[in-house]
């Protein structure tokens, strides 16, 4: 059966019955992919019409690093560069469907209050700011909640879990309640693949991307570049393109309702593909 998906961003309905492509929008000097960051206003500007032209849905915007070993940066200093990147983003492409990449509640409410923010976006589901919960919940924006094993700066240092996918499973389980039991209902899931995982967990929770359905809620995947497609290729993430969009083929098969990515252009084509080949598996039907 297919559940209607739908997120309410500032007041009107982003509809995933087909899926959709989040372009990222680093304003960071330290993302682990070179060619994402974006620190002059007119790189700003000329990646966010580039988002939006090739066809993304929601522009993410971000302003701390969590790469692995990631250096810590201040509220404060988040605070500038996202005033910053939001005030040209409204400039250039106002109508534009905005999420706020941030696991400080402060933040995620200057961003909705001051500027328009239609989505709040939490690496870390709460686990870093006591505060979110509350703050989105009294927000009523869209909830992107991430599963991570520990933080940015030590996640990668040696991830264990017994059954990765039960524990990402039952930790979605207590979330989802935390936040419904608050008044928040507008919520994604997204497993964190390459935050405190490693290679082979990964690739378990791609394997049974599927089995996450049973919370009738929308699926965010992120996997643009990541190290589990270049290590696994022995390549960089300049070279990681094509087994992007490998993955991105995979998870949209899987369930998977938006995809993050650095490359919009090539995500939209993978999901028009996988709809084109869907439609055409009931025609046959």
Do not use: W
């Not at 059966?1 to 492509?21: E, F, H, Q, W």
């Not at 940066?73 to 109508?95: F, K, N, W």
């Not at 990668?156 to 309640?177: C, G, I, M, S």
């Amino acid at each position: 059966m297919n559940i209607a998906k739908y997120l309410n961003v500032n007041g009107r309905l982003l509809d995933l019955s087909t899926p959709c492509v989040m372009g990222i929008l680093n304003l960071t000097p330290d993302s682990f992919y070179v060619h994402s960051r974006m620190e002059t206003d007119e790189a700003i500007a000329a990646r966010t019409h580039q988002i939006v032209d090739e066809g993304a849905a929601i522009v993410d915007v971000g302003a701390y690093s969590s790469r692995p070993g990631a250096a810590d940066v201040s509220a404060g200093e988040e605070m500038t560069r996202l005033r910053r990147g939001l005030e040209i983003i409204r400039r250039e492409v106002p109508e534009a469907v905005v999420s706020v990449d941030t696991f400080r509640a402060d933040v995620a409410r200057m961003c909705v209050e001051e500027y328009g923010v239609a989505i709040v976006n939490d690496i870390s589901a709460g686990e870093l700011d006591k505060d979110m919960f509350a703050t989105v919940a009294e927000l009523r924006v869209p909830y992107v909640m991430m599963h991570m094993l520990g933080r940015p700066q030590d996640m990668q240092q040696a991830p264990h879990y017994d059954n990765v996918v039960r524990e990402v499973f039952l930790y979605f389980a207590r979330k989802v309640q935390q936040l419904r039991d608050m008044g928040a209902y507008d919520l994604v899931l997204d497993p964190g693949f390459g935050f405190g995982k490693t290679l082979e967990h990964n690739y378990e929770l791609m394997a049974r991307l599927e089995e996450f359905s049973v919370f009738e809620l929308p699926l965010l995947v992120g996997i643009s570049r990541k190290s589990m497609i270049y290590k696994l290729l022995g390549i960089s993430p300049e070279e990681a393109l094509n087994g992007t969009t490998v993955l991105h083929t995979i998870a949209l098969q899987k369930g998977a309702d938006i995809l993050r990515v650095h490359d919009v252009r090539q995500a939209v084509e993978a999901v028009r593909i996988v709809e084109a080949l869907k439609r055409a598996q009931n025609v046959t039907l």
